[in-house]
Nanobody, 126 residues
Framework: QLQLVESGGNLVQPGGSLRLSCAAS????????IGWFRQAPGKEREGVSC????????YYADSVKGRFTISRDNAKNTVYLQMNNLQPEDTAVYYC???????????????????WGQGTQVTVSS
C-alpha cells in the first residue's frame, strides 16, 4: 500500500524556519514527482511546491518563492520542504502527495496527485 508520512511541523515565530519531511513506505519515490500542499482553516487546499522524480524540475507557488526550497533524497525515499522566513499566513496543515504517473514533470494541481499523507501542522505565531 502506497503511503506517505509528513513530519516536522511545529509552532514557530514569524521569521523562523522549519524543515518538513515526506517519507514514503510501500513504494519507492524514485519514479514519482512529489508535491507539497497546504490547507488553512476555511480555505481550499493549495499547491506550495513540487519536484519531479530526479529533482531537476521544481515549481513554487508565488507566495513562497524565495522562501521555501523543495529537495529530495531518493536514497532515503524522502522529500523535504525547507521553509524560511515563515509568516503567519503560512499557518496551515501541510500535506505531501505523489503525482499520478511515472517520470512526469511536476505540476501544482492537487487533482494530479494521490497517495496523500495525513498532514503536519505548521503554526506561525508570536
Amino acid at each position: 500500500q502506497l503511503q506517505l508520512v509528513e513530519s516536522g511541523g511545529n509552532l514557530v515565530q514569524p521569521g523562523g524556519s522549519l524543515r518538513l519531511s515526506c517519507a514514503a513506505s510501500g513504494f519507492t519515490l524514485d519514479y514519482y514527482a512529489i508535491g507539497w500542499f497546504r490547507q488553512a482553516p476555511g480555505k481550499e487546499r493549495e499547491g506550495v511546491s513540487c519536484i519531479n522524480n530526479s529533482g531537476g524540475n521544481t515549481y513554487y507557488a508565488d507566495s513562497v518563492k524565495g522562501r521555501f526550497t523543495i529537495s529530495r533524497d531518493n536514497a532515503k525515499n524522502t522529500v523535504y520542504l525547507q521553509m524560511n522566513n515563515l509568516q503567519p499566513e503560512d499557518t496551515a496543515v501541510y500535506y505531501c502527495a505523489a503525482q499520478v504517473g511515472l517520470f512526469r514533470l511536476c505540476v501544482l494541481s492537487r487533482y494530479e496527485y494521490n497517495a496523500w499523507g495525513q498532514g503536519t501542522q505548521v503554526t506561525v505565531s508570536s
